[in-house]
């Protein structure tokens, strides 16, 4: 310090000469500018003076000029050249004398200046001397005192610190003792049936050897312990009675696949032959004709019996399907096996069918072979039955006999006209043999036509019948749509009520504490009018598959009638869906305001315990130490007793959101206190906030003082705290999250408060201005919550796993942890977060997937 002080004095000193230095030269240049001046004007005024003398001589010599001779005048004005020379020599001499007696009288003066400056310096040098020695002998007796107070204040440390010691290993083996009950608590409320009976002698190890150690802490921990084992068997119990449950499922599917099962072997059996019995068909058939249409035939028996047996496989495994479905425990095997059956089944089916249509083809070839030789011998056995005359033609009468033998009808006079027209030859007596194909099909076509005029006659009829019936049925149809729409438009005013409400939750014209009973009425009468807006559609999908068995002209005429149906059902549905919303929205609005409450309270009490380490150039990480003593777990009154200790106090209710729930807050909110109001989500034992426990582990501890900063407008991450130095790492960008590693601390060149976080998005590290003096605000506290964008799972871990609950837009996550899973280039953000308003509701959410989409905004 003391060589400090003489260098900023001989500094001082040297620049005061300097100055004066300066000074001198400067007042020298004036005093000559001045001097050169006088001179100057001196000069002028002796020539002004010589000008008039010459001119008055010269006035007087041209007065005498007309009376001297050359010669007398050039020797005159020599004598007057020389007087002039004399007279300026005189002048000049008298001049340079002037200028050195001044410039001596100048010298001696600044000498006399320089001896006066010179002896005020020594002066001011000697008194300078003079206190600064007296400064340093008063320093010295400073310091030898401050060095024996130390020695005092060490001595009586090294004993406060051996007591404290002492204190500590007693403590620290008091919250060991604590962590190990806590831990065999908790490992036991997460037991199974196998798991139970282990975990429970190691409770009882923990009990007997660790329990003693925990002090104060005995009685509460005991009683906890009875809770925990009552709760851990009655859960094990249920446990036991599902999973038995369970069992009958999975017996009950294995039963009723090995049934199916047996069905689709004898299907196959069937299949298998009729396959078998089809294979002389197939290729080139060497049977004889007879035969081929004997198997022919045994195929189509057997066929049929193979598509009845692959019917009822069918049947029965669509009727076991329900069944086999139950077992969700064995659901990708029950899937595998029903589709495998299903699979066997078609390929059963398809062998059956390609043996039957083989037999059909084998048989079809036969038969038409031997149509020829058939045909002709029936046509001589009809010519014979009615050519009565035997004369070779079927004459008028005998076509007729052959109309009623052959067909049963009387051919109609007409229809005979124009047979023997177009039939009978010209001189022939009538039709002949050879024509008798042709008349067959004439008295067919003929007898067809009849057929047809009569048949028509019959549709005319029925479908005169069909007409009134449609009328009918439409009436009933539309007096039942109308019947329905009535009903509809009854719920009407309550739905236009709800509305209302809804309306008024959405522009927030409800008192704070009213909101949350107004939500619940509001979801009461959403269930109750969607009981009866679903009952109706119901009946409104009943009436619709009904006319699936009606004619299409009742379709076609009640499709305005149900399109009609439909506009009012959805539009009943999505008034429903929005009131819905908006009692879910108001809902979250107040869980939200009692966040922000409960978590302001923890940001004071983080601020202030990072306040204190970093005071002490410590690090946030080394806080759970500090307090902790070296043990597992820390207290209020730890806590209490270190921010004493730093000289920080905070009110006495803002510890109580770090360990458990703030009751005040929650009811001031109009709420009972709930698990939700909790600052830590995952107690050490089930139950612990509601048994008044003030314990927590070195992860919930971290997580209660943790602190984050939103990105509110785009700002440089660089890698160290003075801007002016510091080197560019990336740009944050809007609605980043930063969690607070070191800071807020000052860069003085820059006059900016600055935080060294970790980025949320990809874990960079690195200082942030939080706000610039003309640039505005980039960071403000926030992060600690989500709100939903995107509907998206809650899902049990970070990769791709059971749903815990499906997240609707708008709602809010509080944040307990989060990471990023490799997912491709880049990564997926995910954050481990609590539902509000649902304790059960932990799980990952996804905030930003790798394509850079963002599902969740930080509030």
């Not at 007409?414 to 043999?433: N, P, T």
């Not at 009866?532 to 699936?548: D, H, N, Q, Y």
Request: glycine share 8%; aromatic share 4%; with cysteine.
């Amino acid at each position: 310090e003391g060589d400090r002080r003489r260098n900023d004095e001989g500094d001082r000193r040297r620049n005061d000469e300097g100055d004066r230095r300066r000074n001198d030269e400067d007042l020298l240049r004036a005093r000559e500018e001045e001097r050169r001046k006088a001179d100057d004007n001196q000069r002028r005024m002796e020539e002004e003076s010589r000008r008039r003398e010459s001119d008055a001589g010269r006035a007087r010599v041209d007065g005498r000029s007309t009376q001297e001779t050359p010669e007398e005048r050039r020797q005159r004005h020599d004598r007057e050249r020389k007087a002039k020379e004399e007279q300026r020599r005189k002048q000049e001499e008298e001049l340079q004398r002037k200028r050195d007696e001044k410039r001596r009288s100048e010298d001696e003066a600044r000498r006399k200046g320089d001896d006066q400056r010179r002896k005020e310096r020594e002066e001011y040098e000697k008194k300078r001397r003079a206190e600064q020695d007296k400064r340093f002998a008063e320093e010295e007796k400073k310091r030898e005192e401050l060095m024996k107070i130390k020695a005092e204040q060490d001595a009586t440390k090294a004993v406060e610190v051996a007591k404290r010691k002492v204190a500590e290993e007693e403590k620290a083996t008091e919250q060991r003792a604590i962590y190990q009950v806590l831990r065999a608590l908790q490992n036991l409320s997460n037991a199974t049936p196998e798991t139970f009976d282990t975990l429970k002698a190691e409770l009882d190890g923990v009990l007997k050897d660790d329990l003693p150690h925990t002090c104060k802490q005995e009685e509460e921990l005991r009683s906890e312990a009875k809770r925990v084992l009552g709760f851990a068997a009655q859960h094990v119990e249920h446990m036991k009675a599902k999973q038995e449950t369970v069992g009958k499922k999975e017996q009950r599917a294995r039963e009723l696949l090995e049934e199916v099962a047996r069905l689709v072997g004898t299907a196959e059996e069937a299949a298998e032959k009729v396959h078998h019995t089809a294979a002389p068909l197939i290729g080139d058939v060497s049977l004889e004709d007879g035969e081929v249409v004997r198997v022919a035939q045994e195929v189509e028996q057997l066929g049929k019996a193979a598509m009845c047996a692959c019917s009822k496989s069918a049947d029965l495994l669509a009727q076991s399907r329900a069944g086999v479905e139950e077992a969700e425990s064995i659901r990708g095997e029950t899937t595998e096996a029903l589709l495998a059956l299903h699979h066997r089944i078609q390929q059963a089916t398809r062998q059956a069918l390609k043996a039957m249509k083989s037999a059909d083809d084998s048989k079809d070839k036969v038969l038409r072979k031997l149509a020829g030789p058939r045909r002709a011998e029936k046509h001589r056995v009809a010519m014979q039955r009615y050519d009565t005359d035997a004369d070779g033609f079927l004459c008028r009468g005998e076509i007729l006999a052959y109309a009623q033998g052959e067909y049963g009808f009387d051919l109609p006079d007409v229809d005979l006209d124009r047979i023997r027209r177009h039939l009978v030859k010209g001189g022939c007596a009538g039709v002949e043999f050879e024509d008798l194909q042709l008349l067959r099909s004439a008295v067919g076509i003929a007898r067809d036509a009849v057929v047809g005029r009569q048949k028509q006659k019959l549709a005319d009829e029925a479908a005169e019948r069909s007409r009134a019936e449609v009328l009918r049925r439409k009436a009933e149809l539309s007096e039942a749509a109308r019947g329905l729409l009535v009903e509809f438009e009854g719920l009407r005013p309550r739905v236009q009520a709800l509305e209302q409400e809804t309306a008024l939750l959405r522009e927030g014209a409800i008192a704070v504490e009213n909101i949350k009973a107004k939500a619940k009425s509001v979801t009461e009468e959403v269930s109750q009018v969607k009981v009866a807006v679903v009952a109706l559609a119901e009946r409104t999908a009943a009436l619709a598959a009904g006319l699936g068995a009606e004619s299409a002209e009742i379709g076609e005429a009640m499709r305005g009638e149900l399109a009609e149906l439909a506009r009012v059902r959805g539009f009943f549905g999505a008034s429903l869906r929005q009131a819905e919303d908006a009692a879910d929205s108001a809902e979250q609005v107040v869980l939200y305001k009692a966040f922000v409450t409960r978590e302001n309270l923890r940001m004071e009490a983080a601020a202030k315990l990072r306040l204190g380490i970093e005071a002490q150039g410590g690090k946030v990480d080394e806080l759970f130490d500090k307090i902790s003593l070296g043990g597992h777990v820390v207290d209020k009154t730890g806590v209490r007793a270190y921010l004493a200790k730093a000289g920080l106090e905070v009110e006495v209710g803002v510890l109580d959101v770090l360990f458990g729930v703030d009751a005040s807050v929650v009811e001031s909110e109009g709420q009972q206190p709930t698990a939700e109001g909790s600052a830590t989500s995952e107690s050490v034992s089930p139950g612990a906030a509601g048994s008044g426990s003030r314990l927590i582990t070195r992860e919930e501890f971290l997580r209660a003082v943790r602190i984050t900063y939103k990105c509110v407008k785009d700002v440089a991450l660089s890698d160290s705290l003075n801007i002016a130095h510091s080197g560019h790492i990336r740009q944050v960008q809007v609605g980043e999250v930063l969690e607070v590693l070191q800071g807020p601390a000052m860069d003085m060149s820059m006059g900016v408060c600055r935080i060294y976080g970790q980025s949320m998005r990809d874990g960079a590290k690195g200082w942030v201005t939080i706000s610039g003096s003309q640039a505005g605000v980039f960071l403000v506290p926030g992060g600690n919550a989500f709100r939903v964008v995107h509907p998206q799972p809650l899902t049990q871990d970070a990769n791709i796993s059971a749903t815990v609950a499906l997240l609707k837009r708008d709602q809010i996550l509080e944040v307990l942890d989060w990471t990023r899973v490799p997912a491709s280039a880049p990564t997926t953000t995910k954050i481990k977060s609590r539902l509000l308003g649902s304790d059960e509701a932990i799980g990952w959410a996804t905030v930003l997937d790798f394509r850079g989409c963002n599902f969740c905004e930080a509030t």
